[in-house]
């Protein structure tokens, strides 16, 4: 996780009954996982990171400092939990991702002239609609 290793001692998993498909067995396993990472306690991340992830997860991340991540894909417990490690992984990387600096480019003076031409167009069509022919208005 770009040089990131989060002990999994760190993570909180949460096994609760999922929605979704298993017929009766839905009713009596607890298969959904809900993988909960305490983002102020965290001894894995630098506070210059911990306010990176903030920003980028800010809709996943309760007020307490929680991310939250829940998975019920599969009917298996393990499975779920493997796959919400898995997304959680992915959003760390995403959310540690260095993003390149956008370089400012000036328009070409072909490109401004073609915007330019295309203005004048637009308005001879829209003049002439203005003045003159009233088909439309019968």
């Known amino acids: 996780m770009t040089g990131v290793e989060i002990p999994e001692s760190e993570f ?4 609760s009954r999922s929605g979704g498909p ?3 067995n839905v009713n009596k396993v607890s298969s959904r996982v809900t993988l909960r990472f305490d983002l102020d306690r965290t001894t894995a991340l630098t506070p210059e990171q ?11 991340i309760s007020k307490e400092g929680v991310l939250q991540i829940s998975s019920q894909r599969t009917r298996s417990q393990d499975l779920n939990r493997e796959d919400v490690v ?6 760390l990387r995403a959310a540690l991702r260095e993003e390149k600096a956008r370089v400012k480019t000036k328009a070409t003076r072909s490109s401004h002239e073609e ?20 088909a439309w208005d019968d």
């Open 22 to 24: 298993g017929g009766q």
């Open 12 to 15: 909180e998993f949460i096994a």
């Open 86 to 91: 898995a997304r959680f992984g992915e959003l």
């Open 115 to 134: 915007r330019l031409k295309e203005k004048r167009l637009k308005t001879s069509v829209k003049q002439a609609r203005a003045k003159g022919s009233k």
């Open 50 to 60: 911990k306010q990176r992830v903030r920003k980028k997860l800010s809709s996943r």
